[in-house]
């Protein structure tokens, strides 16, 4: 069970406090006001008498009850009249006036709080410049956030029920962290030997790798409370705040110590000091009370912070140094095996149809976190709900798996020619990529039906995660990118040719300049990797070459972009029949599956090629 608790803010007892004594001081003030009715001369008979100091030394024969409180006294003479008097609280003058046989009494408990209510105006005005200024310096917990009235911190808590068994695909990562589940399982195991366990765990990945799943994991595996704040709760407008906060839940945690403090985007603290925006100084402070905190709890107080970011390298090395986040464990996107892997951990909750295959929906989201897997087959599942499928289908996966790539399906009204365009446009793609299909990662499916910000596009699907490509591939890779442009260009004429090839500009592009620069498949340019950095416009820009190394950059990848262009012109013109074939039948269609592709294009081919063979003869 997860729980959310909203921590009282302590600062509110304070102030119930001063309003109480505040208004104890003015009732106080009323119910001693009779005195001055009798300075007003109204002089009541039944109201006692004053006694001085000297009346009652000269008198104390007289004295019946005495009821001492500091140093005043009331009480009755034997005369029967009441008496009140101010006195030197002395005890042997008590006992004199006691031996002539008045009973005596002292009244302790009063006098305490007449004593406290005479000096609560200062006390009032201590406690309170007190209350500010430990606002100001130890965070403003005090009246600044009292007044503020919200920002109450969120900390998530209770032992998860998540185990490692809910994680998949980083077993690595996993093994890895199991020396920490073993620590918070078998304290003294480690103390007796002297083991220094890490305090601190870097999680770093990008968004939705399973991070917090992971930290959760542990937590759960080693049946420790989990605690979670995140590193943007921590700063605000209020400056201090951050510092309190962290205090806070330190305070918790050694509470209830051992367990797991989880802090996610701890880089909104731990920052490296540089930037100069307007609310440094209190990041500053906020972290630097983070490393006390951290350097303060013993080896053996069983805390373990985990920290969370997706940008490691924007932490402050100070967090890093042992003692502190001194174990860092990366999580990368998941690889084709973890992805299914997650798949088939998240699809245990869903009802699958039979021509489900996991392990093709793993091929064809490269790039894809374990989050983005867990929605897939959410997406796929809600899809599958809308068009009435009883299961979750292949198309559904398929249909989830293109909104989430693409965004939603547009219905968006399009020019009847710029159907047309797209149609060969998306054809000269697909015809291209089957030319090359011994070096290209297969065709899955080639549609004109736009989404996002495409009119239609071409979906490859490796085989596996590639990690390296020959030259031939590369190549080949840059005529399939540049294909769609040139199909305009033969099916249109050069005059009407469009914007839509941007991103396959842009895409090649980088391509031929990795190739180039840094993979050094070009023999002009030779083996030396050439850097590039993105300057300011983010635009590519080489660092360590030479104006000339440059110019023969900019010659080169002009020339690998020029000639993959011209051998898909070339490929198109050549089977301009069956590239307009597959053109008629994606607008008839508007989408075509990898297999649908092969047999047009390899039926239309064989039907042309005997034709020719029969005019041949
Ligand atoms: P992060 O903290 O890295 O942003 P989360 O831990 O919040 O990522 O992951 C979000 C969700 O994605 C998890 O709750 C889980 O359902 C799913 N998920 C991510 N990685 C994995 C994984 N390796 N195995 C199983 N589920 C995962
Ligand atoms: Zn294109």
Known sequence: MRKQIFKKDK???????????????????????????????????????????????RRSGD?????????????????????????????????????????????????????????????????????????????????????MGQNPTKITTGKPKTTFADVAGIDAEKQELSEIVEFLKHKDKFKAIGARVPRGVLLSGEPGTGKTLLARAIAGEANVPFFAASGSDFSGIIVGLGVAKIKEIFEMAKRTAPCILFIDE??????????????????????NQLLIEMDGFANDTGIIVIGATNRPDMLDQALLRPGRFDRQVHIELPDLASREAILKLHAKKVKLAKDVNLLDSARGTTG????????????????????GHGEIKKSDLDEARDKILMGPKKNRKMRPEDIKLTAYHEAG??????????????????????????????????????????????????????????AEEVFFGANKITTGAESDIDM???????????????EKIGLAAIKQ????????????????????????????????????????????QTVTNLAQELLKHETLTGEEIKKIISGHRKKTQKKNAKSKK
């Open 11 to 57: 600062s509110y007892w304070f102030l119930g406090i001063f309003i109480a004594l505040f208004i104890a001081m003015i009732v106080r003030s009323i119910v001693v006001s009779p005195n001055a009715t009798q300075e007003n001369g109204v002089i009541n008979v039944t109201r006692p008498i004053e006694l001085s100091f000297s009346d009652v030394l």
């Open 63 to 147: 004295i019946k009850t005495m009821v001492v409180r500091g140093e005043e006294a009331s009480g009755e003479l034997k005369d029967g009249t009441k008496y009140n008097a101010t006195i030197t609280y002395d005890p042997e003058l008590l006992t004199k006036i006691a031996d002539k046989g008045a009973s005596v009494s002292i009244d302790s408990s009063k006098s305490l709080l007449e004593g406290f209510l005479n000096w609560f105006p200062l006390l009032f005005g201590v406690l309170l410049i007190w209350w500010i200024f430990r606002g100001v310096r130890g965070g403003a917990s005090g009246i600044s956030r009292g007044l």
């Open 266 to 287: 701890i880089d909104a603290i731990g920052q490296r000091r540089s930037s100069h925006s307007f609310n440094d100084q209190d990041r500053e402070q906020t972290l």
């Open 368 to 387: 894809f976190s374990g989050a983005d897997l867990e929605n897939l087959l959410n997406e796929a599942a809600l899809h599958a709900v809308r068009v």
């Open 429 to 486: 793609h697909a015809f291209v990529s089957v030319m090359y299909a011994d070096v290209t990662d297969p065709i899955h499916k080639a549609t004109i039906v736009p989404r996002g910000r495409a009119l239609g596009m071409v979906q490859h699907l490796p085989v596996d995660d590639k990690v390296s490509m020959t030259i031939a591939e590369v190549r080949a890779n840059l005529s399939v990118a540049l294909a769609g442009r040139a």
């Open 508 to 522: 090649a592009t980088r391509l031929a300049r990795y190739a180039i620069t840094t993979a050094g498949l070009s």
């Open 533 to 576: 950095v993105s300057n300011f416009g983010g635009r590519l820009a080489l660092e360590n070459a030479s104006e000339k190394t440059a110019e023969l950059v900019d010659a080169e990848t002009r020339a690998w972009l020029d000639n993959a262009h011209k051998d898909a012109v070339r490929l198109l013109t050549k089977n301009k």
